[in-house]
């Protein structure tokens, strides 16, 4: 306890990974809330089933976040913006807000040729409409 405290680096450490805890936390709320985050099946065989069939969703949306915000990362840096590694390794692929966790899934769509992602959403087009 002493060396927590007479070590700001070790508490800056201990908060980023607190704060990474509380982000897979909270991903994982958002995706099982509509149980309350409840696993209320009586067998172990079925809740293990739901168990699993959550940590596939959340690793679904993680893996997602990671292709996507290495692709940002790399269309800004040919842009010319200075982002450094020591700031870049700091975001964290557990964002999900822009993810539709409630609504209609359209599983039917038009697929895209293997490898290949969709365009990225140009920041300008999102300030003009907010002003």
């Known amino acids: 306890m002493i060396e927590w405290y007479s070590d700001p680096q070790l508490r800056d450490r201990c908060r980023v990974g607190l704060n990474k805890g509380e982000a897979g936390n ?3 709320w958002a995706v099982f809330f509509h149980e309350r985050g409840e696993i209320r099946d009586g067998s172990f065989e079925s809740q293990a089933f739901r168990a699993s069939g959550l940590n596939l969703v959340i690793s679904a949306i993680i893996l997602w976040n990671t292709a996507y915000l290495s692709r940002v990362v790399e269309s800004l840096r040919e842009e010319g913006h200075d982002l450094p590694d020591d700031i ?3 975001i964290s692929p557990q964002i999900w ?3 539709n966790l409630t ?3 359209d599983w039917n769509g038009a697929s ?3 490898g290949t992602f969709r365009p990225l959403r ?3 087009e999102k300030f003009a409409a907010a002003a």
């Open 26 to 28: 909270k991903l994982t």
């Open 88 to 90: 870049i390794r700091h």
């Open 97 to 99: 807000e822009h993810i």
């Open 103 to 105: 609504g209609i899934y």
């Open 112 to 114: 895209r040729p293997e």
């Open 122 to 124: 140009v920041a300008k």
